[in-house]
């Protein structure tokens, strides 16, 4: 499944510049193109407020 950004997103860009498919983008909160992630989990790992989840 692939990961989602909640709410708790203070748009810092640490997990854009982390994706390795560029499945996110600029937003209050930020967005991940479900069709694009790969659920590596890489945006999970560097988010200081635990905003992307898996779905």
């Known amino acids: 499944m692939a990961y989602t950004i909640n709410d708790a997103c203070i748009a810092c860009g640490a ?24 659920d590596c989990g890489a945006c999970a790992g560097v988010c200081p407020v635990d905003a992307p989840a898996e779905a």
């Open 15 to 38: 997990c854009m510049a982390e994706c390795p498919v560029e499945a996110i983008s600029e937003g209050t909160p930020y967005t991940i193109d479900a069709g694009t992630c790969i």
